[in-house]
């Protein structure tokens, strides 16, 4: 079997072809292509990535290309993690919103918009060539951000072999579990991509919860540092996901960035850039280990900066630097891509797994609609994805939820219809917006700047 990724030349390309390598030929897959438009990051960040598969299975058949048609045909499993428009178009989308009032984070209110725009036809089109090249009905794993309201959109347009992929949930449960000692550390998830809460924390089949929300490293070793005690209990006891932070410390985390000298994707661009020119002057083939060493100092920059600027508060443990050996020898760590190969896993075993991703909601929350795609804890197994029933939800958290997914699907529908009329009124009911003014200005300049993905507006 085939495993395509489209986007193989990003930053991240070295983590998910470690995650591939080690899981991959354990679900019947053989052969990985790693495709990028970029030709000179995918033949030095690809190609990083190829080392690290060859050197844990060399058996593997790993192939790098500019060709998405080469990519995509008789592929079994597609993962998308793109960025249209690189680094550079989320500079834009964050200072345009900053020069408004408004936040720019680039998954959501003002900056998810704009990275959809140029996000949602790009994939559109990647879409139309599994459907021609790849295997019939081949999973697409969209990873590219803004990864839930992606996957509304390819749902709604009637691509429904997508499911949406985000290493948040997953990742703070790993921190929990480190945190606990609980390595079988389960919980419930339930919301919308990066707007979500867990709940109901289990291990060795015994209720843990009241052990997790009162353990005294709870608000010091997990992205639960980002929030004081309290907004734990007036969300009942829910935990939020890391991104609600900037809902519920909106004008905190506005003034902290207007007060940096530079927002987050500025920060990225100055690291990538600089990363790159250093790689531009290392043979990759002949000097593995230097480049492998530039590769993890520059990438622990933006792991130790995650959340800083918006924030002011910086992870209390850094991110490492091992070796290539030390590397190699670490165990996987439940990546995103992770994620994807234990869907298939399941799929292809039987053997059912748990895990949250962004699919139709399909009566797991009775305040959305059926087809309303939601981040949420599944059950896979062979007969695919069975969303868990999620009872009880607070008032609190039913708000926010519908107001924020009535902003995705006007998205969709705005992207859909060209319609300037709804892209305002999407951006007019955001919570992080909630201006019929800005978001007029902020709807004119990013249709100007992003006029070769969508169009003309209609209205």
Same mark, same amino acid.
Request: net charge negative; glycine share 6%; hydrophobic share 35%.
């Given at each position: 079997?085939? +495993?395509a ?9 070295p983590?998910l072809?470690?995650?591939?390598? +080690?899981?991959?030929?354990s679900i019947g897959i053989?052969e ?6 970029d030709?000179? %990051? +995918?033949?030095?960040?690809g ?13 593997l058949k790993?192939s790098?290309?500019t ?9 079994d &499993?597609?993962i998308t993690?793109?960025r249209a ?6 500079? &834009?989308d964050?200072?345009?919103?900053? =020069?408004l ?6 998954t959501t209110g003002?900056g998810g ?5 140029r ?5 559109l089109? $990647? @879409?139309e060539?599994?459907k ?6 081949a ?11 992606? *996957?509304?959109?390819?749902?709604t347009?009637?691509y =429904? ?10 990742g ?7 945190m ?5 550390l389960?919980?419930?998830c339930?919301?919308?991509?990066h +707007?979500?809460?867990f ?14 929300l009162?353990h005294?490293?709870? $608000? ?6 980002l &929030?004081? %005690?309290?907004?734990?209990s ?5 935990l939020p996901?890391?991104y609600l932070?900037?809902?519920? $410390?909106r004008?905190?985390?506005?003034n902290?960035?207007?007060?940096s000298a530079?927002?987050?994707?500025e *920060?990225?661009?100055e ?7 250093e !790689?531009?002057?290392?043979?990759i ?9 530039c ?12 959340? /800083?600027?918006?924030?002011g508060?910086a992870?209390?443990?850094k991110f490492p630097?091992?070796?290539v050996e030390e ?10 891509? /992770?994620?994807?190969l234990d869907?298939?896993?399941a ?9 949250v991703?962004?699919v ?5 929350m009775d305040?959305?609609?059926? *087809?309303?795609v @939601? ?6 197994d ?7 029933k999620?009872?009880?939800?607070p008032e !609190? ?6 107001a ?11 992207? !859909? ?13 955001h919570?992080?917006v909630?201006s ?9 300049a990013? /249709? %100007?700047e $992003? %006029? ?8």
């Amino acid at each position: 079997m085939k +495993l395509a990724v489209l986007g193989g030349g990003g930053v991240r390309s070295p983590f998910l072809a470690k995650s591939i390598a +080690l899981g991959v030929r354990s679900i019947g897959i053989t052969e990985t292509v790693f495709m990028d438009i970029d030709e000179e %990051k +995918l033949f030095i960040y690809g190609k990083i990535a190829k080392k690290i598969s060859e050197l844990i299975d060399p058996e593997l058949k790993f192939s790098l290309t500019t060709d998405s048609v080469e990519a995509l045909t008789d592929a079994d &499993f597609v993962i998308t993690t793109i960025r249209a428009e690189g680094d550079k178009g989320r500079v &834009f989308d964050e200072r345009t919103a900053l =020069n408004l009032g408004v936040l720019g984070q680039e998954t959501t209110g003002a900056g998810g918009f704009a990275m959809a725009l140029r996000s949602i036809h790009t994939l559109l089109d $990647y @879409c139309e060539q599994v459907k021609k090249y790849s295997k019939a009905n081949a999973p697409v794993f969209n990873f590219t951000n803004p990864s839930g309201l992606v *996957t509304q959109a390819l749902r709604t347009m009637g691509y =429904n072999n997508v499911y949406g992929v985000c290493d948040a949930p997953s990742g703070f449960l790993r921190q929990l579990r480190d945190m606990s000692g609980r390595r079988d550390l389960q919980c419930e998830c339930f919301g919308l991509n990066h +707007l979500s809460w867990f709940k109901n924390f289990t291990s060795e089949g015994k209720d843990v919860t009241d052990e997790i929300l009162n353990h005294p490293e709870l $608000y010091r070793k997990s992205e639960m540092r980002l &929030f004081d %005690k309290e907004i734990t209990s007036l969300s009942d006891n829910l935990l939020p996901n890391e991104y609600l932070y900037f809902y519920h $410390y909106r004008d905190r985390a506005v003034n902290s960035v207007l007060s940096s000298a530079k927002t987050r994707g500025e *920060t990225i661009l100055e690291i990538n850039e600089h990363m790159l020119e250093e !790689m531009r002057t290392i043979d990759i083939d002949n000097d593995f280990e230097k480049a492998f060493a530039c590769f993890m100092t520059h990438y622990a920059m933006r792991e130790n900066s995650y959340f /800083a600027i918006e924030s002011g508060k910086a992870r209390e443990e850094k991110f490492p630097t091992p070796t290539v050996e030390e590397y190699i020898a670490q165990p996987e760590n439940g990546s995103y891509a /992770a994620v994807a190969l234990d869907y298939i896993r399941a799929v292809n075993t039987g053997k059912s797994v748990q895990m949250v991703l962004s699919v139709p909601n399909d009566g797991a929350m009775d305040f959305l609609k059926d *087809t309303d795609v @939601c981040e949420i804890t599944c059950t896979i197994d062979k007969d695919g994805v069975h969303t868990h029933k999620i009872d009880n939800v607070p008032e !609190m958290q039913k708000n926010l939820i519908r107001a924020v997914k009535h902003y995705e699907n006007l998205t969709v529908e705005a992207i !859909m219809e060209r319609s300037r009329e709804k892209a305002v009124k999407a951006l007019t009911v955001h919570p992080l917006v909630c201006s019929y003014p800005i978001a007029e200005k902020l709807v004119d300049a990013y /249709a %100007k700047e $992003y %006029k070769k993905y969508i169009g003309e507006w209609e209205s």
